[in-house]
């Protein structure tokens, strides 16, 4: 594929279409005038060496919405250049007099430089991760397991029930806990558990499948889902056009507090405007203390939410989302609120 990428390489755009930022990005205390990208690279990495607000690189490269929603742009081997009166962003090579001068690249998709840590989301990005009522009444479900083993692996054989002859591949999966707002205490769907892969052998009521991957031991009632698509994933950070109103509702593996390059849950997806390269604020919910004055008199007061990192998010369901915990000072807990950063 052929790329040709100027100095400068796109032309001054508004940002998303929503109104400019109320200042400009700010340059990294210790920015290098220029970065060659190697392999490994992440887009936000990269933008963490000139910015002190990496997400914020699509700003400084003068993305306009479109570009942005499909941002192969960088490869290894070409060099970032710092335009600090901007501060601007671009790809080149130096010459001489410090112009730079445009290149054709003959680049590969697949070698383009991801957003994040594509090894942090892998796992999630083609999971049956949230299923509703509705798809979990369509799903099959294992029946039994060959010789009557109470659980099965790589190799072994299953049966289940509800298996359409027109898809031979199957994604096994644990129903997990419903995903309650903590708010209006509405479920917003379920957590399935992903366990492994199955593959049709023989059509029929039971059909038989083999177990093609286990990431835990597969048994009797669980299901099985239609194997999604694999996802590209290259969108780059950038900010919701409106306010978002959220919280994390889990952490995945249902511990209670987290940390940097963890997966968290959120209760705001699609419905809210929610979208894959979102970079949402987090806050910690600090409570409320009652105050007791000399005289008995008590009030209470609900303390200020801290901000106190950053989240890239990075699936998206109708009324739930996953991101990706980028930036931290602390725990990640379970009721601290996401917000437009």
Known sequence: MTRIIFPLLFSVATLL???A????ATIADDAPDSHTVVRGDTLWGISGKFLKEPWRWPEVWRLNRDQIRNPHLIYPGQIIVLD??????????????????????????????????????????TKPLVVDEARLADAGTVVATETSRVYMGPGDTIFAKNIKEDQKVWQVLR?????????TKEVLGYEAMYLGAARVTENGTPATLE???????????????????????SYMPHAPESQVAGRLIGIYRGVAETGRNHVVT?????????????VLAL???????VYKDDDGN?????????????????????RVSYALVMETDGQVSVGDSVRKP
Do not use: C, W
């Open 175 to 183: 129903p997990a806990k419903p995903l309650v707002d903590p708010v």
């Open 17 to 19: 279409g929503a109104p």
């Open 266 to 278: 959120l209760n705001v997806g699609a419905r809210e405007g929610i979208e894959r390269g979102h």
């Open 211 to 233: 177990i093609l991957s286990a990431v835990e031991e597969i048994g009797t009632g669980d299901r099985l889902l239609v194997s999604d698509k694999p996802e590209i994933f």
């Open 283 to 289: 806050h910690r919910n600090r409570g409320s203390v």
């Open 84 to 125: 600090r009166s901007g501060p601007y962003l671009s790809i080149g090579r130096r010459v001489g007099d410090q112009k730079l001068q445009p290149q054709a690249y003959h680049e590969d998709l697949r070698d383009a430089v991801a957003s994040i840590p594509m090894q942090d989301i892998e796992p999630f990005l």
């Open 298 to 318: 008590k009030e209470t007061y609900n303390l200020p939410e801290k901000r106190y990192g950053l989240a890239f998010v990075f699936r998206v369901f109708d």
């Open 21 to 24: 930022l109320a200042a400009p």
